[in-house]
């Protein structure tokens, strides 16, 4: 069952909710209560937060043992991308290709912030990889 985009939009409206999907993006799988000690907010929280990312089908959780790691559905937020492409009003119709539009000082500044956002996320993946690759 795909979850609708109006909901899918309503699940991400919730901060604390994007700031899970964050720290599990660059993290990778975590429990309930790490996600409350690095959020700061309650394990019970946290808890109600991942039921309904589970529910919108962004999050997943397979019990091993006592522990229930949460991770991303890489394939739900490749849905959440190609949504966001569909609806983005710059015009490049998700090719990246800006030289048919006019772009404004707001375009510019949106862009801008979107580059520093994608360094600082390629730089916690550099982290990632450097944290996995076996000690030479």
């Not at 991400?12 to 907010?41: F, M, Q």
């Not at 529910?55 to 991303?72: C, F, N, T």
């Not at 394939?75 to 290709?97: F, H, P």
Request: proline content about 4%.
């Amino acid at each position: 069952m795909q979850t609708e985009p109006a909901e899918i939009f309503k699940v991400l409206s919730v901060e604390t909710r994007v700031r899970i999907i964050e720290l599990l993006k660059g993290r990778g799988p975590l429990g309930a209560k790490d996600i409350a000690a690095t959020i700061g907010i309650t394990t019970a929280a946290v808890s109600q937060h991942l039921k309904i990312l589970k529910q919108a089908g962004l999050v997943r959780s397979e019990r091993k043992g006592y522990w229930i790691p949460y991770s991303i559905d890489e394939k739900a937020m490749e849905n959440c991308r190609q949504l966001l492409t569909e609806v983005c009003t710059c015009g490049c119709q998700g090719s990246g290709n800006f030289s048919n539009c006019e772009p404004t000082r707001s375009d510019r500044e949106a862009l801008q912030k979107y580059a520093a956002e994608l360094e600082n996320e390629l730089k916690t993946v550099q982290q990632r990889l450097e944290e996995l690759e076996p000690s030479k």
